[in-house]
């Protein structure tokens, strides 16, 4: 059961990121991209940034996907539910066997 309660909220953020990335904020994915060099550039030196840069670059079509970023999120929601479902799940055994 507690898997599946990390499943529909998972799977509820992936719909909700790909509704705020695709109709809401269409322009997030191209600024926080743009954000993100600048953030590099600022703390890399020219060699290793233009390096980053070039794998950013070769990385940024596939996450501007509606696809992907549904994915990438419902994923993310999905591992982190599952392990507070864990650690719930540990923390409610050691109080019935203590009590």
């Known amino acids: 059961m507690r898997l599946a309660i990390s499943f529909i909220t998972a799977l509820a953020f992936g719909v909700l990121d790909v509704i705020y990335i695709k109709y809401i904020n269409p322009d997030f994915t191209e600024e926080y991209y743009t954000r993100s060099l600048a953030k590099l550039e600022e703390t890399l030196p020219a060699a290793e940034f233009e390096i980053e840069r070039v794998?950013?670059?070769?990385?940024?079509?596939l996450f501007m996907s509606p696809v992907m970023s549904f994915i990438l999120m419902s994923m993310t929601v999905f591992v982190i539910g599952f392990i507070i479902s864990l650690l719930s799940a540990m923390i409610l055994q050691r109080k019935k066997i203590t009590t």
């Open 55 to 61: 794998k950013m670059e070769s990385q940024k079509e």
